[in-house]
């Protein structure tokens, strides 16, 4: 069974950064995609940013130019630096892994962004 595990999360100031990390385990497959949604109350979770096991990233509109993911393959690792915080970027934030055609969830870390 594949385990996802988020840390970082925090509260911060609008303008101010917060960096998020990730790492999955229990694995012994390459793990394919990997990706960061959000959930705000009231809404859908969306994708925030994903990349592939080649390093090819995919960023949501709204955080493109602030948010930057990375991974490292060797520590099965994620992370989403996060420049320029905005209120709106206060959500829950899931960690996604993508192995042998399944999908596999963290439990979410809480970023809050005060005004």
């Known amino acids: 069974q594949v385990h996802v595990a988020e840390s970082g999360g925090g509260l911060v100031q609008a303008g101010g950064s917060l960096r998020l990390s990730c790492a999955a385990s229990?694995?012994?497959?390459?793990?394919?995609?990997m990706g960061w949604y959000r959930q705000a109350p009231g809404n859908q979770r969306e994708l925030v940013a994903s990349?592939?096991?080649?390093?090819?990233?995919n960023y949501a509109d709204s955080v493109k130019g602030r948010f930057t993911i990375s991974r490292d393959n060797a520590k099965n690792t994620v992370y989403l630096q996060m420049n320029s915080l905005k209120p709106e970027d206060t959500a829950v934030y899931y960690c996604?892994?993508?192995?042998?055609?399944?999908?596999?969830w963290g439990q979410g870390t809480q970023v809050t962004v005060s005004s």
């Open positions: 990349i592939s096991r080649s390093g090819i990233t």
């Open positions: 229990g694995t012994r497959f390459s793990i394919n995609d």
């Open positions: 996604n892994a993508f192995v042998l055609s399944f999908n596999y």
